[in-house]
């Protein structure tokens, strides 16, 4: 593959809800381009995208693929996207380096919610978009009604370019407003035909649409237009392809991917209309010193810099970090500067993938991407840079994850192996944490859903010999007393030897600290040089309470009173006195349990609000507010329970159709109700037992 300039290039993004054919898609521009003799299906398993195991078992793309295809001397990188939502952070990275993006409609379904998400996606950051209606061959296809249902949702900029020509099976091409041409489409071909007389009154509806969106891209046209002058053929293109690239117009097209109608306009039209990262990139970093400030030009003539958007956790070839060149050109064995890491990393050899397969090139210039292998301390949201020109990027912006789940390897002999592989699979997916609980003792893995947590599982035994099992987190309850008691603790031992002694007399009572410990001795009834040790025993002692054996929290200890042997008394029998002591005094003082309560913000559409208030309520949680946001969503804060939560991003999706997202975090502790209490202590001695 040759090496192109920035501005013969076009990186687009794929978009759209789960299954409306963007992967089809990608296969059918392969085949249109001639780079596949016979396009693959994600049911055969065999598209040039979805090449992993998870991913052909579960016929949906899991990963990000990037798929560079060479059209009429350009080169376009398409990044063909998951559409679950559990797998938003690849979603994320595409669009970090995407200047473009066509965002799939299934002509049958209509708008989903996998539209609204990828329209929000693009509105966000102001990406020239298409939206392209795919599979109308489908039976029930209405596309008129669909137009109108997409300018009702998102606005006036949506305008069709396309009419279609033939219904369901009989789908064949279409009418292109723009040029007035009808393209009637074989499989293989695509030909210019007559334009159909019964399509010429909606064509001369929509296209007066285009010609407005013309004249609103510049004063000269707009006034020329109110004078009634017809507009070349020329100020149409490029007023359209202004309106398109300042996202004042979202041209709606048409196609049937699996019959290959559509694809040949679809190349073009991306040439046409979408950016290069030329028309559209401001690029600016910091001076990793200063903080200062720099900007760079996309030319090949400045300094090299890089931004790594994405990396893949190979475990028979190893770590392949992409990037996308921001600034100069990189060869092989040229050496370079990460600024994150403040290291210096050796480029081996240069390629372009195409799915899994990896294309040689001799070098990547501005604009373009790439990808690298075997970079040690590199990661995605990094910069490489030229030594003597450092610059760093703002990264990646990932989302937390939102459930959590205990880990634990089915085989002793795979306890080591887990760790090595789960930091690999971190480095690939940002969204995805794993973390040891000290407490608990449970390793605890973290991500966007279930679906997230199950394609983990399987790459664990598929790609690294490790089977798991997954459960439930144990929560890290607490203990604390109600009342306040006053009791004795006393040590004595004298069988034969040194003896020992300790006496203390201790009051406990709840405080607003963790723990406080004071001393009120007079007359020496305990020596000072035993006071530390009775505070050690003590301190020792809170973490394992009386109930369930969980820390002790906001409680103050007193030692009023006690005595001492002359002899006997030494530093770890007032220790024992203490621990002995607090045993009785929190069983004395009416211990209760604690659970950790976590504050959620949720954000929904305003019609979800009854239903997640009513769920709330369920999970015996609180509404402290709601907040009207921007968009016309709601954000939803409230407090609840940690141990009704646990599955709360798997319900969310579910009551909202995954419109509903949430963060959540600890708030503080708070009194387990009576009832459920018993239930836990019983739960925890029986873990214990077993």
Not at 493 to 519: C, L, N
Not at 585 to 608: F, Q
Request: aromatic share 8%; proline share 4%; with cysteine.
């Amino acid at each position: 593959m040759k090496s192109y300039d920035v501005d013969k290039i076009r990186n687009i993004a794929l978009l759209g809800h789960g299954g409306s054919g963007k992967t089809t898609i990608t296969e059918a521009m392969l085949f249109t381009a001639k780079l596949l003799k016979r396009a693959g299906t994600v049911e055969d398993g065999n598209t040039v995208s979805d090449y992993n195991k998870e991913e052909k078992d579960r016929q949906f793309s899991i990963n990000t693929s990037l798929i560079p295809i060479e059209w009429h001397d350009h080169k376009y990188n398409i990044f063909d996207t998951p559409g679950y939502f559990d797998f938003i952070g690849e979603v994320n990275s595409a669009l970090r380096v995407a200047n473009g993006a066509v965002i799939l409609v299934d002509a049958s379904s209509g708008i989903e919610v996998g539209t609204e998400k990828a329209w929000n996606y693009t509105r966000k950051r102001n990406l020239p978009t298409f939206i392209l209606v795919n599979k109308m061959d489908k039976e029930n296809v209405n596309f008129d009604k669909l137009v109108t249902e997409l300018r009702e949702k998102f606005g006036k900029m949506v305008i069709p370019f396309h009419i279609p020509i033939g219904k369901e099976g009989d789908f064949k091409g279409f009418v292109n407003i723009v040029d007035m041409k009808a393209r009637i489409y074989d499989g293989k071909t695509c030909k210019d035909a007559e334009v159909w007389p019964e399509k010429e009154v909606k064509m001369g509806q929509f296209r007066e649409m285009l010609i407005e969106s013309v004249a609103e891209s510049d004063e000269e046209l707009l006034e020329k237009y109110f004078e009634g002058e017809e507009f070349t053929e020329e100020e149409i293109h490029t007023g359209l392809r202004k309106g398109v690239i300042e996202g004042k117009l979202i041209p709606v097209l048409c196609g049937a991917a699996t019959k290959n109608v559509g694809l040949h306009t679809l190349l073009d039209m991306l040439w046409d209309y979408l950016p290069s990262p030329k028309d559209v990139e401001t690029i600016i970093g910091i001076d990793p010193d200063t903080e200062e400030p720099i900007e760079r030009n996309l030319d090949e003539k400045d300094p090299f810099s890089a931004i790594v958007f994405k990396t893949i956790a190979d475990p028979y070839v190893g770590k392949i970090s992409l990037f996308k060149v921001q600034s100069g050109v990189i060869k092989k064995d040229d050496e370079v500067l990460n600024v994150n890491r403040d290291a210096k990393e050796k480029i081996g050899n240069l390629f372009s993938l195409r799915g899994k397969e990896q294309i040689e090139v001799s070098e990547i210039k501005a604009g373009d991407i790439g990808a690298v292998s075997k970079l040690t301390t590199t990661f995605t949201g990094d910069t490489l840079c030229d030594k003597d020109n450092p610059i760093k990027y703002e990264g990646i912006e990932f989302p937390e994850p939102t459930l959590y789940m205990a880990v634990e390897p089915k085989s002793k002999a795979d306890e080591e192996k887990i760790s090595s592989a789960l930091h690999k699979l971190i480095d690939e997916d940002q969204t995805f944490k794993a973390e040891r609980n000290n407490e608990t003792k449970q390793l605890l893995i973290g991500g966007q859903g279930k679906t997230q947590l199950d394609v983990i599982t399987s790459k664990l035994k598929n790609g690294f010999g490790v089977e798991v099992e997954l459960s439930d987190p144990i929560i890290a309850y607490r203990e604390t007393i109600k009342d306040t008691s006053s009791v004795q603790g006393k040590h004595k031992k004298q069988s034969g030897g040194a003896g020992q002694y300790g006496d203390v007399h201790i009051r406990f009572e709840p405080s607003t600290e963790e723990f406080e410990f004071d001393e009120e001795i007079f007359g020496g009834a305990v020596p000072k040089q035993y006071i530390p040790a009775v505070e050690k025993g003590l301190r020792e002692s809170i973490s394992k309470g009386v109930l369930a054996g969980y820390p002790v929290v906001n409680i103050k200890a007193t030692l009023f009173d006690g005595s001492f042997h002359p002899v006997d008394s030494n530093e770890m029998a007032f220790k024992i006195a203490a621990s002995l002591a607090f045993k009785k005094g929190i069983e004395a003082a009416r211990p209760v349990l604690l659970e950790p309560i976590m504050k959620v913000e949720i954000n929904i559409p305003d019609e979800y609000m009854g239903d997640i208030m009513g769920d709330m309520n369920k999970r015996r949680g609180r509404i402290l507010g709601m907040e009207q946001q921007k968009d016309g969503s709601q954000l939803v804060i409230a407090e609840a329970p940690q141990a009704e939560m646990f599955k709360y991003a798997i319900d969310l999706k579910s009551m909202t159709q995954a419109r509903g997202n949430f963060t959540m975090n600890f708030a503080r502790y708070e009194e387990v109700p009576p009832q459920l209490s018993e239930k836990i202590i019983a739960e925890t001695k029986t873990r214990e037992d077993s």
